[in-house]
């Protein structure tokens, strides 16, 4: 009986110890506490260049699916893209003396471009405003309203209100630049007393985008005294997306473009056949060494 109550007491006291290894001690925890941290914080980076490289590839769909509207837009408007009412043009009427209200991407609408949302970038910081479109796009104060903009010298060269790039297209339409993202990205400003329809637009309005017009010139002077934004950004990272006439999308440098003053020639752009090197000589941004150009060969005639 002694060694039955020995044994019972002896196996007693194993179960005990075996329940008591079931538990983490202090130091256990923390090793793994500091172990989960550890890999979360190698995680965390990792997952954030992930979520901006989504974020950038949306905004490459969206600027390819703009590309496509527009070329249907031309190829239903025998080669002519849409106009701006708010361009600087002699007169602000259609082709067919008509006056047009719209921005350039609201003659998209419906018909060409069914989704209004696809004119916003995901990494635009003003991009919340692109929902006013929802059901205002004809209205003349949203041509802002865009994270993208068209070449203003297609639509605004020689005096015929635009150009058409089908009957007279360029040197290098596949190097031509037709649209992009468009800044700036950076400039805020207190919000008008007014009503406003959501709250987020009470807190902050963003910069004025020229009509979602894309300047060749802009007037960007980095060693200005009075410097001001240019519309060319570095929404992603090191630059913008681009589409040309032939609806292809490239990734564009734009930190070497920011760093110096605009030019009247570059080397590179005139032997690329750039019209604003070789004929105009404006100042202008020189994306050549992403082979993009404003334009290539001869200027369109008077009409």
């Avoid at 006291?13 to 202090?26: I, P």
């Amino acid at each position: 009986m002694r060694r039955v109550a020995h044994t019972s007491r002896s196996l007693s006291t194993g179960a005990r110890r075996s329940r008591s290894r079931k538990a983490f001690t202090l130091l256990e925890l923390l090793v793994v506490i500091s172990t989960i941290g550890l890999l979360i914080g190698l995680l965390l980076p990792s997952l954030k260049r992930s979520m901006e490289l989504a974020k950038a590839t949306t905004c490459k769909s969206n600027l390819r699916q703009l590309g496509t509207s527009l070329y249907l837009y031309r190829l239903e408007n025998d080669g002519w893209l849409p106009q701006s009412p708010v361009a600087d043009v002699p007169a602000n009427t259609g082709r067919r003396g008509q006056p047009l209200r719209e921005p350039w991407f609201g003659q998209l609408f419906p018909t060409y471009l069914t989704d209004p949302l696809a004119l916003r970038c995901p990494k635009d910081p003003f991009g919340f405003r692109v929902n006013s479109v929802n059901n205002r796009y004809r209205d003349p104060s949203v041509a802002d309203f865009s994270s993208y903009g068209m070449n203003n010298f297609i639509l605004t060269a020689g005096e015929a209100l635009q150009l058409n790039p089908d009957r007279r297209p360029p040197k290098r339409p596949h190097d031509t630049i037709l649209a992009a993202d468009i800044g700036p990205d950076r400039e805020f400003r207190a919000a008008p007393s007014r009503a406003r329809a959501t709250e987020s637009d009470t807190a902050i309005v963003g910069p004025e985008r020229n009509s979602s017009l894309l300047l060749w010139s802009d007037g960007f002077d980095p060693f200005a005294r009075s410097r001001r934004d240019s519309w060319v950004t570095t929404r992603h990272g090191h630059g913008i997306h681009m589409v040309t006439l032939t609806n292809d999308v490239r990734d564009v440098r734009t930190t070497n473009v920011l760093d110096r003053p605009v030019q009247t020639r570059y080397d590179n752009c005139a032997s690329g056949g750039c019209t604003f090197c070789l004929e105009l000589e404006l100042p202008h941004y020189s994306f050549a060494r992403d082979r993009l150009f404003w334009w290539t060969g001869p200027l369109p005639p008077l009409q």
